[in-house]
């Protein structure tokens, strides 16, 4: 199904321009006038991204925006003739993904279409990937799970001390940081450990490096 795209423009030269150009691009475009009716469209239709100009009879587009936002997450990018960065910076802080301004380039404005969407798919397919789970580390194909005080490497089991369990969670935890001895013996073991300093090579370095 091709994806929708909502120009919200109250210059209807302007917004055939675009639902024009648009369309050749192989998009389905629905058209609001003014303010009123762009959230009216945005909530029955659901469109994937909405081009909306800031100028608009009824409701201004910081309004459709702040409107459309308490609902939907598309990408919104601003359209307007406006240049002042306190209105981009508004558009922004409503929840805009995008800004251009009158006159842009039509070539232009495609490709940040297709930025934006590009993005919002990509969003889709992290959203769908498994949740984090907050008593877990993914360490590489390491799987630690700090409930059960298990370690898993791929498929197979690790037998850990709960010492060596503590030393590797911590590692885990502090990817890309390099620790002395002397240090993970102070944030592992603790201040009261005055054996060996050694000790902390009973677990491999390697199992952090393992992808």
């Known amino acids: 199904m091709n994806e929708k795209i909502l120009v919200v423009d109250d210059e209807k030269p302007i917004a055939d321009i675009l639902k024009y150009n648009l369309k050749k691009e192989g998009y389905e475009i629905?058209?609001?006038?003014d303010g009123e009716e762009a959230i009216l469209k945005a909530y029955e239709h659901e469109?994937?991204?909405?081009?909306?100009?800031?100028m608009l009879p009824k409701y201004d587009g910081f309004e459709v925006c702040k409107k459309v936002r308490e609902k939907y997450s598309m990408p919104i990018?601003?359209?307007?003739?406006?240049?002042?960065?306190?209105?981009?910076?508004?558009?922004?802080?409503?929840?805009?993904?995008?800004?251009?301004?009158?006159?842009?380039?039509m070539r232009?404005?495609?490709?940040?279409?297709?930025?934006?969407l590009r993005r919002r798919v990509a969003l889709k397919e992290e959203i769908k990937t498994e949740p984090k789970d907050e008593n877990k580390i993914i360490a590489g194909n390491l799987i630690i799970d700090l409930m059960k005080y298990e370690v898993k490497k791929g498929d197979e089991t690790v037998e850990l001390t709960v010492r060596e369990f503590e030393l590797l969670?911590?590692?885990?935890?502090?990817?890309?940081?390099?620790?002395?001895?002397?240090?993970l013996l102070e944030r592992v073991w603790g201040?009261?450990?005055?054996?060996?300093?050694?000790?902390?090579?009973?677990v491999s370095y390697t199992h952090l490096r393992a992808h």
């Open 47 to 54: 469109p994937d991204l909405i081009l909306l100009d800031i």
């Open 169 to 183: 969670k911590f590692l885990a935890d502090k990817m890309n940081q390099v620790f002395s001895r002397e240090q």
């Open 77 to 105: 990018i601003m359209v307007t003739a406006k240049e002042e960065e306190v209105d981009k910076v508004l558009g922004l802080e409503l929840g805009a993904d995008d800004y251009i301004t009158k006159p842009f380039g």
């Open 108 to 116: 232009e404005l495609i490709a940040r279409v297709k930025a934006n």
């Open 30 to 33: 629905e058209v609001a006038n």
């Open 191 to 202: 201040y009261e450990y005055y054996g060996d300093i050694r000790t902390v090579d009973a």
